[in-house]
């Protein structure tokens, strides 16, 4: 088992920009599809982001597609989540994952390897 660490986290105004960062192992990370989550308080685990293995495919839930681009270097073994023109309704901690299949499916049941997370807060 790898867990990745997430981090760039942080307070931030509405409108405003971040950038998340999920280093693992590079052994585990080159080889499979991974995911970026997110959990507000009181809510359930959503899935934000996928990205496949070379990054040649790219998967975004709705409420975050135009203004979140991940992205992935295999060199240096990270994952990245830019976030652009946050919104409030963006505060959670967010979550970097691997998916066990592998076909940039959004269940998370169906991802392990969890980091313990990087908190996001947008204020209005």
């Known amino acids: 088992q790898v867990q990745p660490v997430e981090s760039g986290g942080g307070l931030v105004q509405a409108g405003g920009s971040l950038t998340l960062s999920c280093a693992a192992s590079?052994?585990?990370?080159?080889?499979?599809?991974m995911g970026w989550f997110r959990q507000a308080p009181g809510k359930e685990r959503e899935f934000v982001a996928g990205i496949t293995r070379s990054g040649g495919n790219t998967y975004y839930s709705d409420s975050v597609k135009g203004r979140f681009t991940i992205s992935r270097d295999n060199v240096k073994n990270t994952m990245y989540l830019q976030m652009n023109s946050l919104k409030p309704e963006d505060t959670a901690v967010y979550y970097c994952?691997?998916?066990?299949?592998?076909?940039?499916?959004?269940?998370?049941?169906?991802?392990?390897?969890w980091g313990q997370g990087t908190q996001v807060t947008v204020s209005s």
């Open positions: 994952a691997r998916d066990t299949i592998g076909n940039g499916q959004r269940n998370s049941a169906f991802y392990d390897n």
């Open positions: 590079g052994r585990t990370f080159s080889s499979y599809t």
